[in-house]
């Protein structure tokens, strides 16, 4: 049974486009993230939400807007796509706020290019 | 600029050799964890280990812990082709509602 799990794996789009990534989680954990890997593997977070509420939106541009509707599901929608959106898009969850003792349980990454 | 940085950046070693992976960071944390990324995967989390930590043992893997140096590595012993991997401390300032800054990674290549 995957943990959690991100659809699709792959996204091939056309700059301008709208796209959605979904994720879920049935590990019953509260806290919910996603975070973007660049091409040089740098991971950076981008949104959390603890209980379908947002609690950390870094600096990511309006185009991007994330949506909970119940604590096992964390879905990503963007608007206009640019090439720059182009990297690894991973969802993951913890028990709680903060990783306490397990750390974070990935998603295996959503790849979008935009073209 | 992130929090954690690892070094080296990239790592070849000869399986059944011992692998030494180091990570330091600029601010207080409340814990710091290690993952391991394979080719293409998500991040699989290896062993967190708490600021009032020193040292952690998980199978082949031992993490140190030095908070005065803000600094923590990672050894894994007798490497086996199946470590190679990209491998990442995160840090965890308890402070940021959960948010954890992770290093840049370091890339272990095991030659069998």
């Known amino acids: 049974d995957t943990a959690v799990s991100q659809t699709p794996k792959y996204l091939v789009t056309q700059m301008g486009n709208d796209k959605s990534i979904k994720c879920e989680q049935n590990?019953?954990?509260?806290?919910m993230y996603w975070y973007k890997q660049d091409s040089k593997k740098f991971l950076k977070i981008m949104f959390s939400?603890?209980?379908?509420?947002?609690?950390i939106n870094e600096t990511v541009p309006n185009r991007f807007s994330p949506k909970s509707p119940d604590k096992a599901h964390l879905n990503l929608h963007i608007n206009s796509l640019e090439l720059g959106d182009s990297a690894v898009y991973f969802c993951a969850s913890s028990q709680y706020v903060g990783v306490a003792n397990y750390g974070y349980t990935f998603g295996s990454g959503t790849r979008l290019t935009v073209v | 600029s992130q929090q954690g940085e690892e070094d080296p950046q990239a790592l070849s070693i000869q399986e059944g050799e011992n692998a030494t992976m180091n990570c330091s960071y600029k601010?207080?944390?409340?814990?710091l964890q290690w993952y391991r990324q394979n080719s293409g995967r998500g991040l699989v989390h290896l062993i967190l280990i708490r600021s009032n930590e020193r040292e952690k043992h998980s199978g082949r893997l031992r993490v140190t812990l030095d908070t005065s140096k803000k600094s923590s590595s990672l050894l894994i012993t007798a490497s086996r082709a199946a470590d190679t991997a990209s491998y990442f401390c995160a840090t965890d300032a308890g402070t940021n509602a959960g948010k954890s800054t992770f290093g840049d990674g370091t890339t272990l290549t095991v030659k069998p």
């Open positions: 939400y603890n209980n379908k509420e947002l609690i």
């Open positions: 601010t207080s944390i409340n814990n």
């Open positions: 590990l019953g954990h509260d806290t």
